[in-house]
C-alpha cells in the first residue's frame, strides 16, 4: 500500500484531463434535447435524479481512477452518483477523490453552457484536506486546477494576479454569484440587496467559485446546503488565488465533510469581511449544524 503522499503525488491532473477530455466529447455527441434529458431511472448516492449523461460521464471517470490504481495507487472515490467506491486496500484514513462528473446537470440537459467536471482530492475527512482541485468548464472550455500551497492555473497558466474585490460606490459588492437559487430560498435568505449590487446565478456551485478566484465577481453564495462533490475542487481553488471560503454550519470555517450530505451552505469572497457579511445570507433552515 503506497502511503498518502506518494498517492497524493499521483498525476491526478493527466487522470483529470482525460476525463474531461471523454467527458468533452460525451457532450459533443450529436444528441436530440430528449436524449440529453433522458434518466436512468435510478437516484444518484448524492440524491439526484441520474440523468445517463451523469451515468456515462461518472463511468469515464471511473475507467481513469482504473487505470491510476493499477499503476499501483489505493484510494477511496467519494462520487456522486456511485457514492464511496474503494480502489485497493486504502486504509484507515485514505487519500480521498471527491468526483461530480457533471456539475451543473441541469445546464447540460437544458443546453445552458456552464457545467463542469470538478475532481478534488485529499489526504483527510474534511474540506482543509483537499490538496488538488480541478474543474474543467464545458461551457467556455476553462480548466481550472489548483495544488495546495502553489496557486491556481488557468487552462495551465498561473492566474496573473491575485483577484480584486470590487465595491459599487455605496460600499455594496458589485457582482455576487448565488447558487441553489431556488426563489423560495432567495425570499428565505437575508438581504442580499444591503450586501451586493447585482447577482449572477450561473447553476454550478464549482464554477462560480471559479468565476470568484478569477475576480469575475465579487463574492458567492449558495443559498442552501450544498454537497462536498459539488464544493470540494472549487473551494481550494478559491483558496490557492488568495480568496477566503467558509461553510457556516460549522464552527470551523472548512469542517466540512467530504461525503454525499448536504450538510452546509458554501460562502466564498475575497475579503474576510465580505466573507462574513455574505455568511449571513443563506435561508436560516439551511444553516442548521448537522
Ligand atoms: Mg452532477
Redesign the pocket.
Known amino acids: 500500500m503506497a502511503s498518502s503522499s506518494n498517492v497524493l503525488a499521483a498525476d491526478w491532473l493527466g487522470v483529470c484531463r482525460r476525463a474531461a477530455e471523454g467527458i468533452g466529447a460525451l457532450l459533443k455527441a450529436p444528441q436530440s434535447a430528449a436524449e440529453r434529458r433522458e434518466e436512468t431511472g435510478t437516484t444518484?448516492e448524492?440524491g439526484?435524479r441520474t440523468l445517463i449523461l451523469?451515468a456515462d460521464a461518472e463511468d469515464l471517470v471511473f475507467g481513469e481512477l482504473e487505470r491510476l490504481h493499477a499503476l499501483g495507487f489505493d484510494f477511496v472515490a467519494i462520487s456522486?452518483e456511485r457514492g464511496h467506491v474503494a480502489f485497493g486496500e486504502p486504509g484507515e484514513d485514505p487519500v480521498r477523490v471527491i468526483i461530480?462528473?457533471?456539475?451543473?446537470?441541469l445546464n447540460a440537459k437544458r443546453g445552458l453552457p456552464h457545467h463542469a467536471l470538478s475532481i478534488a482530492v485529499a489526504d483527510g475527512p474534511a474540506m482543509q484536506d483537499v490538496a488538488f482541485g480541478y474543474v474543467y468548464d464545458f461551457g467556455p472550455g476553462e480548466e481550472w486546477a489548483a495544488r495546495r500551497g502553489e496557486g491556481v492555473t488557468l487552462d495551465g497558466r498561473p492566474l496573473a494576479e491575485r483577484p480584486v474585490e470590487h465595491r459599487a460606490d455605496d460600499g455594496r459588492l458589485e457582482i455576487l454569484a448565488i447558487e441553489s437559487a431556488d426563489p423560495r430560498w432567495l425570499m428565505l435568505s437575508g438581504d442580499i440587496g444591503d450586501v451586493a449590487r447585482r447577482i449572477r446565478a450561473v447553476g454550478a456551485i464549482a464554477v462560480s467559485l471559479c468565476q470568484l478566484a478569477g475576480g469575475r465577481v465579487d463574492g458567492m453564495v449558495s443559498l442552501w446546503n450544498c454537497r462536498a462533490?459539488?464544493a470540494a475542487a472549487g473551494q481550494l481553488i478559491v483558496r490557492e488565488a488568495g480568496g477566503f471560503v467558509s461553510f457556516p454550519a460549522f464552527e470551523t470555517p472548512l469542517g466540512a465533510p467530504l461525503d454525499l450530505e448536504a450538510h452546509s451552505p458554501v460562502v466564498a469572497a475575497l475579503s474576510r469581511d465580505a466573507l462574513a457579511q455574505l455568511s449571513l445570507l443563506p435561508a436560516p433552515l439551511a444553516k442548521r449544524a448537522p
Request: net charge negative.
Open positions: 444518484g448524492g439526484d451523469d456522486e461530480d462528473p457533471i456539475d451543473g446537470s462533490v459539488d
